[in-house]
């Protein structure tokens, strides 16, 4: 297990370290698209991993899905874009993202219509069982990614309006990044979990199962969304001098 944090936290720092050093070098170039770019791979690669459900130890032994623990990749690089870019620039990502998700998805359903190869025909079904959801699933998926997101960038950019220009030493930017970041994060995780999980699940299992799923995932999802924090916080430092939009 502490290969996996080990991994994760140096992954928290080269992609904080890289995005700074666009936004900084290619702000009015390169800067936007690149960091739209790693933020629809890490929301791939979130929705890639959530068929693998795995026991990680966060403060407590908990069973979540492996895309729990990219979701604050995810929260991280579009607080990055709603910092530098604002907020319509945000929503423009979030919508750019939400496409990828539905090409990847139509492209995996057309190639399972395809027959496997004779030699792998064997694996076929696990082939599909770990790549195609069912559509109440996917419907519960894509809803949850856009009101998550939208309310995400809504709350951080409007909380950055009102403090960013009273931000005026390290005691007072630590406050407002510690509001902005985490204060949207933790409500992005919440409402990702409230609409995923009755979407998803409601009247096929029950209610009692599906309100646990509710609370573990939002526990996993916030406490580790809190942890990548710092990492933002360096962010903010390191671009202090980047030009804003709000």
Do not use: H
């Not at 929503?91 to 496997?116: E, G, K, Q």
């Not at 009101?147 to 995400?152: F, S």
Request: proline share 4%; aromatic share 16%.
């Amino acid at each position: 297990m502490i290969w996996v944090w080990t991994i994760w936290a140096i992954g928290l720092t080269v992609s904080t370290f890289t995005c700074t050093w666009l936004v900084k070098r290619y702000r009015d170039t390169l800067g936007y698209p690149v960091l739209v770019a790693i933020y629809v791979a890490y929301i791939i690669s979130s929705n890639i991993l959530a068929s693998r459900i795995s026991i990680f130890n966060i403060l407590a032994p908990l069973i979540v899905s492996g895309g729990t623990v990219v979701f604050p990749f995810v929260a991280q690089i579009i607080d990055m874009i709603n910092e530098i870019y604002g907020k319509k620039m945000a929503y423009n990502a979030i919508f750019l993202a939400f496409l990828s998700n539905v090409l990847v998805s139509m492209f995996i359903f057309m190639l399972s219509t395809v027959p496997p190869a004779p030699w792998i025909l064997e694996l076929d079904e696990v082939w599909k069982y770990f790549m195609l959801q069912t559509p109440r699933v996917v419907v519960a998926s894509y809803t949850a990614f856009l009101v998550a997101e939208l309310l995400d960038a809504t709350v951080f950019a409007e909380i950055k309006k009102r403090v960013y220009r009273r931000e005026v030493g390290v005691k007072s930017i630590v406050k407002s990044v510690l509001l902005r970041s985490a204060g949207s994060d933790v409500i992005n995780m919440i409402v990702d979990s409230l609409v995923f999980f009755p979407i998803a699940f409601a009247f096929t299992v029950p209610w009692e199962v599906v309100w646990n799923m509710v609370l573990y995932g939002t526990y996993a999802k916030i406490l580790l969304s809190l942890l990548d924090t710092p990492w933002f916080m360096m962010f903010r430092f390191l671009t202090r001098n980047v030009r804003r939009e709000f």
